[in-house]
């Protein structure tokens, strides 16, 4: 189910747009293109949106002219943006001057399957804080379904957002109580399981519902002992084995196992085997884009 959240991308190179635009489609309600800074000003004020994605080296307005018009207008002041930038110029020119005002910075060249990861990882948390807002105020509980976002989904918005709060799935009679602190699992139960095998057992989970009580402070248990990526990562690796397994056989099964890109896919850079319930179809996704 795609995420309730409209998305601007901004640059003069009309490859990038239109790839870039074809693989976020999927996960956001919708996406339109500019072609400047002048032109994404035009369309901002004419429609809000809610995340921002720039090129930095654009004629005539380029990426950080804009950032600094959005952020100078107080009804733009708190839009996410995100900037597409040389190495160089994000080390050099951007991140000391921009470091407050940019959601994330993505460095060119760039793995287009990357990219949107990227990008997606803030649309998540954007659509987890609008859920948030919508949420009943008299007792402080998010309520919702995993078709709306999925365990994966879920994990990595809460890390994003550094979020203090106890997060319960629900699929059947099954249940799984997820303890967040600033944004890291601390501690976690699915039956008699505790720990990393708690959170690895609903990892994949697309079906069932989900709860965030904001209320919950920080568990007094410690039974995880990776971080949050490093669960996910973990977490995928362990599912993709079974996938192949399943798929290959049982011979598959007693062949030694080599490890897998996927998991590191998660925040590294370099190219990796989609995962199966991911929200994009991209034929193009391990092209790489640059200005």
Same mark, same amino acid.
């Given at each position: 189910?795609?995420a309730?959240?409209?998305?601007?991308l901004?640059?003069?190179?009309?490859?990038?747009? =239109?790839?870039?635009?074809?693989?976020?489609?999927?996960?956001v309600?919708s996406?339109?293109?500019?072609?400047?800074?002048?032109?994404?000003?035009?369309?901002?004020?004419?429609?809000?949106f809610d995340l921002?994605?720039?090129?930095?080296?654009?004629?005539?307005?380029?990426g950080?002219?804009l950032l600094?018009?959005?952020?100078a207008?107080p009804?733009?002041?708190?839009?996410?943006? *995100?900037?597409m930038?040389?190495?160089?110029?994000?080390?050099?020119?951007?991140?000391s001057?921009?470091?407050?005002?940019?959601?994330?910075?993505?460095e060119?060249?760039?793995?287009l399957?990357?990219?949107v990861?990227?990008?997606k990882?803030?649309?998540?948390?954007?659509a987890?804080e609008?859920?948030?807002?919508?949420?009943?105020?008299?007792?402080g *509980?998010?309520?919702?379904?995993?078709?709306?976002?999925n *365990?994966?989904d879920?994990?990595?918005?809460?890390?994003?957002?550094?979020?203090?709060?106890?997060?319960?799935?629900?699929?059947?009679?099954?249940?799984c109580?997820?303890?967040?602190?600033?944004?890291?699992?601390?501690?976690?139960?699915?039956?008699?399981?505790?720990?990393?095998?708690? *959170?690895?057992?609903?990892?994949?989970?697309?079906?069932?519902?989900?709860?965030?009580?904001?209320?919950?402070?920080?568990?007094?248990?410690? =039974?995880?002992?990776l971080s949050t990526?490093?669960?996910?990562?973990?977490?995928l690796?362990?599912?993709d084995?079974?996938?192949?397994?399943?798929e290959?056989?049982p011979?598959?099964?007693?062949?030694p196992?080599?490890?897998?890109?996927?998991?590191?896919?998660?925040?590294?850079?370099?190219?990796?085997?989609?995962?199966?319930?991911?929200?994009? =179809?991209?034929?193009?996704?391990d092209?790489?884009?640059?200005?």
């Amino acid at each position: 189910m795609p995420a309730n959240v409209k998305v601007l991308l901004v640059d003069d190179n009309a490859t990038v747009l =239109s790839m870039l635009r074809k693989a976020l489609a999927p996960a956001v309600s919708s996406v339109a293109v500019a072609s400047d800074g002048a032109d994404a000003l035009l369309r901002i004020v004419d429609e809000p949106f809610d995340l921002v994605v720039a090129d930095y080296k654009m004629p005539g307005t380029d990426g950080r002219q804009l950032l600094q018009k959005l952020k100078a207008r107080p009804a733009t002041a708190r839009l996410p943006i *995100v900037l597409m930038a040389s190495k160089a110029d994000i080390e050099e020119r951007l991140r000391s001057a921009t470091q407050d005002s940019v959601e994330d910075f993505i460095e060119k060249p760039f793995f287009l399957r990357d990219a949107v990861r990227r990008i997606k990882r803030i649309v998540d948390k954007i659509a987890l804080e609008r859920m948030a807002k919508e949420a009943p105020a008299a007792d402080g *509980v998010l309520r919702g379904t995993l078709a709306q976002m999925n *365990v994966i989904d879920l994990l990595q918005s809460l890390e994003l957002g550094r979020k203090t709060c106890r997060l319960t799935l629900t699929r059947g009679k099954e249940r799984c109580d997820l303890y967040f602190s600033e944004g890291q699992i601390g501690h976690a139960t699915y039956g008699e399981l505790k720990g990393d095998p708690a *959170v690895f057992q609903v990892i994949a989970w697309t079906e069932g519902d989900f709860q965030i009580d904001f209320r919950e402070t920080a568990a007094q248990e410690q =039974s995880t002992t990776l971080s949050t990526q490093t669960l996910l990562m973990e977490g995928l690796r362990i599912l993709d084995e079974a996938n192949r397994d399943s798929e290959e056989g049982p011979e598959a099964a007693r062949a030694p196992s080599v490890p897998d890109q996927k998991a590191e896919a998660i925040e590294s850079s370099q190219p990796a085997a989609k995962p199966a319930h991911s929200r994009f =179809s991209m034929d193009e996704e391990d092209n790489i884009l640059e200005a």
